[in-house]
């Protein structure tokens, strides 16, 4: 099957380096506590039933209903990176602008997602976004070097478009972290229950290295939306077993499989 025409214009420019150009992106939904945004349209999973396995696991999404056919695309997320295939070209840094504020968990159904307030921004070369929420996944959704780990979490921005970012920070096992602490002592354990999470910066569950690799995807669950930029951390960050625990007692396996690059071109700095 011949592979369809990326949608990505800006790995078409030269230099490389201007490839965080946030117009690249399609329009997004207004933010919510849903983990990744659900579109305005038919795209979300209002009417879905999916799940991480079984006749709704991740190979049938794309069959469930008409708003899920992204799920078959050619740009969807996660996948599996290998730093040794992947250019280095001048990349902006990361600039983050977060601030601490009390803020409320959501167990949703399929994560726990904690609800950002616009107080917390992230600058990429000359765009500006906003921290929308952040969520968890376990194990983690995208793979460093042949290595799953043990969570993984998604940071969630939108420009003033509605246009979507998402910063990935990957989480193995080893000392206990005390930024994911407040979180932690919070989780909802009932689905559509919410608990309040005392102020903290989001920004201390962020490794101090911020170098990424970047590439053009999806949301990591239905409808799968593609036009997502993805910036992941290539350092992990410690959690300790016991806290990883408390999570995975809630959600043991809310990761989607890696999927195909295809054609894609994927970036580092």
């Not at 420019?13 to 983990?35: D, K, M, Q």
């Not at 990957?170 to 407040?182: E, V």
Request: aromatic share 8%; hydrophobic share 40%; net charge neutral.
């Amino acid at each position: 099957m011949p592979l369809r025409a990326l949608k990505s214009p800006y790995f078409a420019l030269a230099p490389l380096s201007a490839i965080l150009l946030l117009s690249a992106f399609s329009p997004a939904a207004t933010p919510g506590a849903n983990g990744h945004h659900a579109p305005a349209a038919a795209g979300a999973d209002h009417h879905v039933d999916w799940t991480y396995d079984g006749p709704t696991g991740p190979e049938h999404w794309a069959g469930l209903d008409p708003s899920c056919a992204e799920c078959s695309g050619h740009e969807q997320s996660p996948v599996a990176l290998q730093t040794s295939e992947i250019p280095t070209p001048g990349l902006p840094s990361l600039i983050f602008g977060y601030s601490a504020a009390p803020r409320v968990a959501t167990n949703n159904g399929h994560t726990v997602a904690v609800e950002a307030k616009n107080d917390c921004k992230l600058q990429v070369g000359q765009h500006a976004c906003t921290l929308a929420n952040y969520h968890f996944h376990a194990p983690s959704e995208h793979t460093l070097n042949g290595e799953r780990f043990a969570m993984e979490v998604h940071f969630v921005h939108l420009d003033a478009q509605g246009r979507r970012a998402v910063v990935g920070v990957l989480c193995r096992q080893g000392a206990a972290n005390a930024a994911f602490a407040p979180f932690a002592a919070n989780l909802p354990a009932k689905v559509n229950e919410t608990k309040p999470v005392p102020a903290f910066d989001p920004l201390t569950l962020m490794p101090a290295n911020k170098n990424y690799i970047t590439y053009m995807g999806s949301l990591t669950r239905p409808p799968c939306n593609e036009n997502v930029l993805w910036m992941v951390l290539k350092t992990p960050v410690e959690l300790s077993a016991s806290q990883i625990g408390q999570f995975t007692a809630r959600y043991d396996h809310n990761s989607r499989p890696t999927q195909p690059v295809y054609e894609r071109k994927l970036q580092q700095n």
